[in-house]
């Protein structure tokens, strides 16, 4: 549990004075970019910023992004120097061989008119001036750390591989975090409550940025070209609502392609911006590529309401919401080779990839499972390749979060997508959000960093996938056991956490006079009687004006007991024979 601790009011003239040690950069490093070279000075995208320094860091060792290379490259480069509101970029953390690649295609004939007309915040602009030495600055508005009245955080985390609950008050460690940790080298030295709790970047801040963009190439790398970014985020839902205000303009009648079935916040958040969303096919491995291109091929503006041929595909690529598919290595080339023909831009919405599972085995099967992943190394190469690494042109816009795998609470996550791309994401956060949280940023920091490191973050992910396909292979049991399998099918999920339940409405005894939807009501008004609360299919409909193409109920495996799930299962059961006349 974190623990905070005040401390008392002090005035600004007690307030001991500040001294960052600044790592000199070589010469030889401070060059211009290029798709051939490294940087490690921010490029600070639109030159603006708000800190009297910018993050410094030192020469990077020619390591590939391995876990072990990773260690390499932050031993040699010395402790990072990022003080308050401190600009950074990607390109600081990169490894060498990110370079070796072209350039993104650039987006401009995408991007909406309220996109393109965003500038840099004049404000910010002004901070130029405070790298004059002996300015005294009266015009910035950064509170005094020795205002902010939450002196120190403390709390317990897993050590690795120990992630188990029970285990964490005899193995955990406590993290602490102070006010000048920074100043007095105590706690790591590199990020504080005196930063964190300050105004910062929109970007998000360097200590976390330079893990998000580590991770994103350790995972995704080397990706297919140059300038690509990271940029952190109020979650993904926050991300979206940006990047479909970036690319789509009520104005051209824009519209989007996304499953049939989709994530239902994802249709709320579009739908007021004046954006036209429509359906596409799917099948147990989730979108359908040929049904994509069919789409896409055949489009008609005054068949669709004046919509025009879409531009963005927004896709749940593993473990999507509600269907619970995931879209094979194939699957997902096809799909991005559509999107080029159709020079379609993609959004990648991936909050479950890390939750990909083995294949199930029926409860009666005498098989043993496979053995899980033993190393690090051994669970990313099982992994199915992203959108993002097949990505040649700079065309995926990737979202990330550390919701379903860390903490929902934090909103925090990040994207990843070409320098255009994100410099436009940046413009926007500056008048919107102005970035994610200080304080989820110095805590996730503190765990997934400092705590844990690479190789301990990924075996943490490795540990929910455990726990993931325990839970999985519980609901699958329960419903081998209580569901009526003449009536009620399903796929078992290789990701994520929804199961996705296939009720054949054709043999109802009503199906002549009962429309989908009314046998869904029936079905959906008992289970809430008997006790179980399974969510309607209809509500994730992309096109909520066209008859669903089936009877559906999406079930979630994240939370409730395995006795619990058992029991919700049956009653799911006995109000479906119940709606049947069994």
């Keep these: 549990m974190a623990k905070i601790s005040a401390t008392p009011y002090r005035t600004l003239s007690s307030r001991p004075l500040i001294h960052l040690t600044r790592r000199i950069t070589p010469a030889s490093a401070r060059r211009s970019f290029s798709a051939s070279s490294r940087r490690l000075t921010p490029s600070n995208v639109g030159n603006v910023g708000l800190a009297e320094k910018d993050t410094v860091i030192g020469e990077q060792a020619p390591e590939p992004l391995t876990i072990e290379g990773i260690k390499a490259r932050r031993a040699k480069a010395g402790k990072l120097v990022a003080p308050t509101a401190s600009y950074s970029d990607s390109d600081m953390f990169k490894s060498p061989q990110a370079y070796d690649k072209p350039k993104a295609r650039r987006w401009d004939h995408l991007l909406s008119q309220e996109s393109l007309s965003r500038e840099a915040c004049v404000l910010k602009q002004a901070a130029k001036y405070l790298k004059k030495p002996g300015l005294i600055s009266l015009g910035g508005g950064l509170p005094s750390a020795s205002n902010f009245p939450i002196d120190s955080l403390s709390m317990r985390i897993p050590t690795p591989p120990h992630f188990a ?42 200590q976390l940025l330079r893990w ?4 994103t190439e350790l995972v995704h790398g080397p990706l297919p070209y140059a300038d690509w970014r990271c940029a952190l985020t109020l979650g993904s839902t926050g991300a979206l609502e940006q990047a479909l205000r970036m690319l789509c303009d009520r104005g051209r009648n824009d519209a ?3 499953e049939e079935y989709t994530f239902s916040t994802a249709l709320e958040t579009a739908h007021p911006l004046g954006i036209r969303v429509f359906g596409v096919g799917m099948d147990g491995e989730g979108l359908r590529a040929d049904k994509l291109d069919e789409v896409l091929g055949t489009w008609d503006e005054g068949g669709r309401g004046g919509a025009r041929k879409p531009t963005v595909l927004y896709t749940v690529p593993s473990g999507q919401n509600p269907t619970g598919a995931t879209q094979g290595a194939r ?30 085995g029926a409860s009666n099967s005498n098989a043993p499972p496979p ?14 390749p992203s959108l993002l690494s097949m990505d040649t042109d700079g065309r995926v816009l990737r979202m990330d979060s550390f919701s379903k795998v860390v903490v929902p609470g934090s909103r925090l996550g990040w994207i990843t997508a070409s320098e255009q791309v994100v410099e436009r994401y940046i413009r926007h956060a500056e008048v919107a959000s102005q970035g994610p949280s200080g304080i989820s940023q110095v ?7 400092e705590g844990w490191g690479h190789d301990g973050y990924l075996r943490w992910l490795m540990h929910l996938r455990l726990e993931y396909t325990r839970r999985r292979d519980a609901i699958l049991a329960a419903c081998e056991r209580y569901l009526p399998t003449d009536l009620v099918s399903w796929v078992p999920p290789a990701a994520g956490m929804f199961l996705w339940l296939r009720v054949d409405h054709t ?3 009503q199906a002549a006079t009962k429309s989908i939807l009314e046998i869904e009501d029936d079905i959906f008004a008992s289970c809430i009687d008997k006790g179980v609360l399974a969510i309607r299919g209809s509500w994730f409909r992309a096109e909520q004006d066209v008859p669903p193409s089936g009877l559906f109920f999406r079930t979630t495996f994240a939370a409730a007991s395995e006795d619990d799930m058992a029991r919700a299962i049956e009653r799911f059961g006995a109000a479906v024979r119940e709606s049947f006349g069994r």
């Design 165 to 206: 609950e029970a285990e964490v008050p005899a193995t955990g460690q406590d993290v602490s975090i102070g006010k000048y940790d920074v100043r007095d080298g105590r706690n790591g030295g590199v990020y504080d409550l005196s930063i964190a709790l300050n105004y910062g970047q929109s970007i998000g801040a360097a």
């Design 212 to 215: 998000a963009t580590e991770h």
């Design 256 to 258: 989007v392609v996304t």
């Design 331 to 360: 699957r997902r080339r096809d799909i991005y080779d559509v999107c080029r023909k159709h020079d379609v831009f993609i959004l990648e919405d991936e909050p479950y990839y890390f939750l990909q599972m083995p294949p199930y």
């Design 371 to 384: 053995p899980p992943p033993a190393t690090p190394e051994a669970f990313l190469e099982g992994l199915v």
């Design 443 to 449: 805590l996730l920091y503190k765990l997934v960093d």
């Design 507 to 509: 043999q109802h005894p």
